[in-house]
């Protein structure tokens, strides 16, 4: 398995008033499945992702990365984890709107401690693989949401991760574009051996990858 994560509880705010969001959720993902959770607004979606990518600690739970316990590492052992195994996609993009399409794509490879040369080749190969070559050297906030999407996707994959974790990847599209990202990441996991799993309301979207589950109550059920 490429993740692993069993009894995950998740909650906010103080011991006397506290909100539990995710009440023992489990998951496991295959190395190149792609995986849908779905669930209403509020049920826990984004809140497992950031549990399962090591950015938000769960009050309970163990989450494996290709079998190693990420919340049982050191924080500097757990970053290093993060950065090897897993990418992220995020609903909003969260590229830096300060640099280029490719130097956003580049940013992982060049925080690792890659040349310039190395981050370039490889963000002009992910670039030219996800279609948006051409506008490599536009701003963010000059080319289209699918555009910006995709390069969101690259940047996720640069680094070439066992996992990525994609928050809504779709949720801002058109149907046509959400259509055509639907079909990259597919691609993209199917290239790679690569797995996704993806938190979205889209019905298209879920019915387009290798499994579902539901996150409901707080706890995930198979469909």
Not at 23 to 32: D, E, N, P, W
Not at 71 to 97: D, P
Not at 173 to 196: C, H, P, Q, W, Y
Request: proline fraction near 3%; aromatic fraction near 4%; charge should be neutral.
């Amino acid at each position: 398995m490429v993740l692993s994560a069993n009894d995950i509880h998740c909650s906010y705010g103080s011991s006397d008033a506290s909100i539990k969001v995710l009440k023992g959720a489990s998951i496991s993902i295959k190395t190149g499945e792609v995986v849908a959770v779905m669930g209403p607004s509020g049920s826990g979606k984004s809140t497992l992702l950031h549990a399962l990518g090591l950015l938000e600690r769960p009050c309970k739970g163990k989450v494996l990365i290709c079998g190693e316990d990420g919340w049982g590492l050191s924080s500097r052992r757990r970053a290093e984890l993060r950065n090897r195994k897993i990418g992220f996609v995020f609903q909003f993009h969260h590229l830096l709107e300060e640099f280029t399409l490719k130097e956003n794509v580049m940013m992982p490879c060049l925080i690792a401690g890659e040349t310039s040369e190395e981050a370039t080749q490889k963000a002009e190969s992910l670039l030219e693989r996800v279609g948006i070559i051409h506008r490599s050297s536009h701003f963010p906030s000059t080319v289209s949401g699918g555009e910006r999407q995709r390069a969101a996707i690259a940047r996720a994959i640069i680094m070439k991760p066992e996992i990525v974790l994609a928050d809504e990847p779709t949720g801002n599209l058109d149907s046509k574009t959400s259509l055509e990202v639907e079909k990259l990441i597919m691609e993209l996991a199917e290239e790679g051996n690569r797995s996704f799993l993806l938190a979205t309301h889209s019905h298209d979207l879920a019915g387009a990858v290798h499994r579902k589950v539901f996150l409901n109550s707080g706890i995930i059920k198979k469909s």
